[in-house]
Structures are given as C-alpha cells and as structure tokens.
C-alpha cells in the first residue's frame, strides 16, 4: 500500500496516509490519499512565474514535438500503467480505451500541433477583410495563449484519458495544467504523472497534479485562467456558479453524464443486419467499462412492435457476457469503480424500476467469476422497459452502471421527439438502412446532442463505436450533457487561446500574423526565392516575373492537351452571347501559365509542390492579353527531422496573377517543401 502524493511547484507532496482506497475487485486496500494540505497560493504562483515563461519561450510547433516525445516514452511503459488499472474494476479492453486511448490523444494533438500551427504563439485566423476602398486598411483576427492556468477537474472512470484529452490541447496552447483526478481512481493519474514527471520532456510547472480537495483554489484563479470540468451535472453547476468564476468571467467548461439514446429506426426487421448492429452496439454501450460512460446508452428507443424481439435479443447477448475478475480468463466485464458506486446505481436502479419492468437485472442468477469479489463493486448487466416511454423516469435519472432502459415508441416523430427529453446528450445513435430517415434525424439531434452515430451496415466495417469520443471531433453536448466542447482537434487549442481583432496596414497585419497578407509591403528577392533553402527564405520575400501575352494558339493547344473544349474557349459565336462577350483561356491554363512565369526549373532548394489553397479566378484572360504574376512567401511552418527525409519545412507562397491593365486575374496560394541547409 502507498500513499498518493500531489506534484505541487516542483516537488512531491504527501507522506502521511489519510483515506484507503480500495480495489474495485476485491476491497483490498490499494493506496491511501495524502493528509497534508496543499499550498494553491504556491501552486498558483508557480505556474504563473515559472510554467508560463517556461512555455511562451517555445511556440505550437515545438509543443508538438513535446507531445509525441511524450506519447513515444507513455507507450513503452504503458504495461505498468495497465497494472494499476486493473484495481479500478476494468477489463484489460476497457483499460485500453483509458491508456492507450490517452496516449493517442496526445499523438493526435501532435500531429495537429504540426500540420495546423504555425512556428509561433501567435495563430492567424484569416482571411483579412478589407476595411477600406483601396486596401490601406484591414482586419483580421489572431489567437494567442492566454498567459493563465488551466485547471482541470477530471471524472473516476477514464482516469487517465480524461487526463490526457485535456492536457494535449492547453499545453500545445501554452497553458500551464493543474489536474485534479477525481479520489476514487486518483491512483492511476498519479502513476501517469510521475511517468510525465520522470521523462523530463516537459517544462517545469506544466504539469501539476492535485491529490484531494481543491481548497482555496478557485478563489485563486484570474481572469486568464480556464477550468475544465468532467463530471455530473449537480457538480458542474455547483463549481460554475463560484463567485470568484461569475465574478471574473472565467471560462468553465463542462462535460456532465448525459442520458444518451439509441433509436432502431422503423425500417429495419430482424432480418437486417442493422437490427444485429443494434444490439450488439447496446451490448457493447452496457457492459464497456461496466456501463461507467458518460457516452453510454441510457435510452434504448425501439418500434413498439419490435420490443419483444429487441428485448429477446439483447438478453440472450448479455447473458454471455461473464462478469467477474478481470485477471480471471474469460472475463469480459470487470466491477464499478467502488462500492459507493455500486450503492449509488443500485439505488438508481430501484427508481427507475418503480415505473418500468426489469427484464433482466442480479436476480437471473448473478455470480461474479474469481476469488474475493464478494467484497468488489460488481453489478449485474441490467434492463428495464418503460411502461410509459413519455413520462418515464429514464430521461432524466441516470444508473451509471450497466444499465439501459427499453422506451417503445409509435411513429419516427415520436422518436425524436423521446429522444429530445434528455434535455442534451452528449451523443445519440440512429440506426437505419434509409438515408432520407437519417436526414430527418439530424436536424433534431444537431440540436440536442453534441455527436451523432448514423449506423448501418456500411458504417459497420469501421465504426467506432457510440461511445467512443474521437480527437478529431468534439465531445460535449448542450443542456444537461454540460453545454461545453472538448477535442474536436484545433477547435480544442483554441478553446485555449484567446482571440483579438487586429486592424492596420497590410504591412501591419502582416507583422503581427507572421503572414504575408496582399498589398503589404515585401522584399524584392535578389535570388530567385525557390533558389533559397528553408531558413534563408523569409516571409515577405517577392518576385515579380517577366510578362507573358495569350495567343489563340496557346488555348487550341492547352485544349488538345487537356481534352477541355468548353465552348467559352472555342467557339467565337457562343462566347460572344456569353456575359464575357468573346472568347477566354482556360483557368487552368493561366495556373500553368503562371507556374511557368515563377518556377525556377533547375533543381534546388524547392522539393516538391504539394498543395493549392484558396483559388479564385477573378477577371478573365482573352486572347491578346498579357499576364504576370507575383510570387510573395506567405507563411512558414517547419517541420521535424524525419529519417526517411531530408530536413525540410513547408512554404506557403501568395501567388497573384494579373493582367496588363493591373488587373487581378487569378489568386490562390500553393505549398511547397522546402529542403534546410545541411550543416557542415
């Protein structure tokens, strides 16, 4: 048995033994929380003063590294972790989505901080808009951290993912994190901590964590900080409402359980193998972690005609599920996270029941595998059906257990109008082999639920799952789901940041954004800038190329190589009728055109051309007229050595094409790699 102990300012806190926590599997005592009190005016003012600088003297790109570093040295010891993990009653799968679904979240926001930030604090949120006739005067909006803190208070049943989900976006943000585990899994926060601690990979302060109560913190926060919350709703609204939170607008997101549905649409029969998938994925909703999801299916909506067989099915499938020890082979469902939980659902339970029959709950012979689990939080898989699925208890009273109640309905309108009584949902689920029925669904569900499962048969062959919160997607929900966001990939880091209208020059906006913006002042390049490696090339650096006059011959040309005849650029009677009034080249060619104009052929520095962003053609190249074009780096953003690569960044330049009356012909801007210098 250890004592926990909280990282606080640099150093471990705790050595007296204070309350027993106890393994979910057979009661035995597997860690004690700390009895010293924390000092939060020290952890406070060591984020501030040491994390802060610490983090704002790199920028996205560098965190980036951090993260996958991190994920890199979390991954090789993650059997220690998976250790621990057994005590909290998970199966060796639910812990996977716990610890290694933690550790993708940071590699994840590692590749996001990589591909989507740029080698600065500073995260331009274009485009620019004009604010005057002729282009002195424009607006923008950047992001940039928030120099505060971000506390994060995190639920028992994904100790760790709950963690990680939240660290990777504030720190790649440049947010020091205080993480407050909630106690009954604290043990397992503390083992993944003290990993991060030992790494060395992270900055000092960046990471702190809080074993036991907050105390005084929240009177500690500033307007810059952030809290974060994963939990029940009664707790969300008590901690949102702090004085000093309303008080100094500090922003709180929530994510609370949810009542989260599943309808089986009326077009599917048992013959379907939608109607399989539906069970299967209820199963799989009740017994994952033992039902200890706020993603979970709490409301199981099905066509009235249907229940029996829903009801036969899903019994006959949970009645293989073996429950027990996980360490004890074929196990496939472990306990709740401890005996107070398992009261809690218990009581839960009794509720819904006085209102809905039980269709299958302990009394079919529940008989928990291994040795000493009489003393563990094992709940037997249960099912309700609704006497009454309007004004049943279900929509809004929630056993946070392996627990999903049967709600018959009538029509589809009837569905989805059940499934709005949860009042917000994290998520919801609509099985159907029709695709008009799930455009009728989405509306209803855009609006009451944070993410939405549209599941058949083709979606099978890689869904995900129901429950499953992804990092590219948010994860939140409006209402009682918390009416917060979490993950959804960038929209996350910038829940970190703090957004600014910036006005000005182009020139202006330019240095503020650490981009090119049109019309501001550049650097006429005394080398071609595609001769310039990596790091010599900054943003700003211009050439202006020779001109080029469009004959008749170069559209029959580009046509025949193309085998694009529109009658725009063939036929003189059509083109003529046409808003135009005569013939044009094609806008492709013009691109080609172009390239010609600013591509230094012989080999160099320029790797490859990999991309084109945000095309426009705006005036229309005739016959006769003479184009050119200017090319202007945009914006860089490097990149990490790879072995199978030579070191290299990426280039995005502003290409702008024109004509011999001044005139803007084409717009866009394209990405290349550029290759670094080797040293020595």
Not at 183 to 212: F, K, M, N, W
């Amino acid at each position: 048995m250890s004592t926990l102990q909280s990282f606080i300012a640099g150093r471990w806190v705790g050595e007296r033994a204070a309350k027993p926590l106890h393994s979910a599997i057979n009661g035995r005592v597997v860690a004690h929380t700390h009895e010293e009190g924390l000092d939060f005016a020290e952890a406070m003012a060591y984020a501030r003063a040491t994390a802060l600088p610490g983090l704002l003297r790199s920028h996205f790109q560098d965190r980036a590294r951090v993260l996958k570093a991190l994920a890199n040295y979390l991954i090789e010891r993650k059997e220690q972790l998976y250790a621990i993990s057994a005590h909290t009653g998970a199966t060796r799968s639910d812990s996977w989505i716990d610890i290694e679904g933690g550790i993708g979240t940071l590699f994840a926001y590692a590749s996001i901080g990589g591909k989507d930030l740029p080698s600065s604090n500073v995260l331009h949120e274009g485009p620019p808009m004009r604010l005057g006739a002729n282009n002195h005067f424009i607006g923008s909006h950047v992001l940039v951290p928030k120099r505060g803190v971000a506390l994060h208070i995190n639920a028992f049943n994904f100790p760790m993912w709950g963690m990680l989900e939240k660290f990777a976006p504030s720190f790649l943000a440049g947010m020091p994190c205080l993480v407050k585990p909630a106690t009954a899994t604290s043990y397992v926060a503390e083992a993944c901590v003290r990993l991060i601690v030992d790494s060395g990979l992270v900055p000092a302060g960046a990471l702190q964590l809080i074993i036991g109560g907050t105390g005084d913190l929240f009177e500690r926060l500033d307007e810059a900080d952030v809290v974060t919350f994963t939990g029940s709703a009664d707790t969300a609204l008590m901690l949102k409402a702090h004085p000093n939170l309303l008080k100094k607008s500090i922003p709180f997101n929530a994510e609370a359980d949810s009542l989260n549905c599943a309808i089986l649409a009326p077009d599917v029969t048992p013959d379907d193998p939608e109607f399989d998938l539906f069970i299967k994925e209820v199963a799989r909703e009740m017994t994952a972690k033992a039902g200890q999801k706020c993603t979970a299916i709490r409301r199981t909506l099905v066509p009235r005609p249907l229940v029996d067989a829903v009801a036969t099915a899903l019994k006959a499938r949970l009645a293989k599920t073996v429950v027990g020890d996980p360490a004890v082979e074929g196990v496939r469902m472990g306990a709740l996270a401890s005996k107070a939980q398992q009261a809690d659902v218990a009581e839960r339970v009794a509720q819904l029941a006085q209102q809905c029959e039980l269709l299958l709950s302990e009394r079919n012979g529940f008989a928990p595998k291994g040795e000493g689990v009489a003393d563990g939080a094992f709940f037997a898989p249960t099912l309700l059906l609704a006497r009454d699925s309007a004004a049943s208890d279900a929509h809004h009273l929630e056993a946070f257990g392996p627990v999903t109640t049967l709600l018959p309905y009538g029509d589809f309108d009837e569905a989805l109008y059940l499934a709005t009584l949860g009042r917000g949902s994290l998520v919801g689920t609509v099985c159907t082999k029709t695709p008009a029925l799930a455009a009728e669904a989405v509306p209803t569900f855009a609006a009451w639920h944070g993410r939405m499962l549209v599941l058949d048969r083709e979606a099978a062959l890689e869904n995900t799952g129901h429950g499953s919160p992804l990092p590219k997607l948010k994860h939140g929900g409006p209402g009682r789901a918390g009416g917060g966001e979490e993950l959804g990939g960038l929209r996350a880091v910038k829940h970190y940041l703090q957004r600014c209208a910036v006005q000005g020059s182009p020139t202006m906006i330019s240095a503020v954004t650490g981009e090119y913006q049109r019309g501001g002042a550049v650097t006429e390049s005394e080398i071609h800038p595609f001769r310039r490696y990596f790091e010599d090339v900054e943003v700003g650096m211009s050439l202006l190329t020779h001109r080029r006059t469009v004959g008749e011959a170069d559209i029959v040309a580009f046509g025949g190589l193309s085998g694009d005849y529109f009658y725009m650029h063939f036929d003189e009677v059509a083109a003529a009728q046409s808003p135009f009034g005569k013939r044009i080249a094609h806008g492709y060619f013009v691109l080609s055109a172009a390239a010609g104009l600013f591509v230094s052929p012989a080999p160099g520095p320029v790797l490859a051309n990999y991309g084109l962003e945000n095309l426009r053609f705006v005036t229309p190249v005739a016959i006769g007229d003479t184009i050119q074009a200017r090319l202007t780096a945009k914006r860089k953003i490097d990149r990490p050595p790879r072995d199978d690569q030579p070191a290299q960044g990426v280039i995005g330049w502003d290409v702008a094409v024109t004509n011999q009356r001044g005139e803007l012909c084409a717009s866009y801007e394209i990405l290349t790699l550029v290759a670094k210098r080797v040293a020595g």
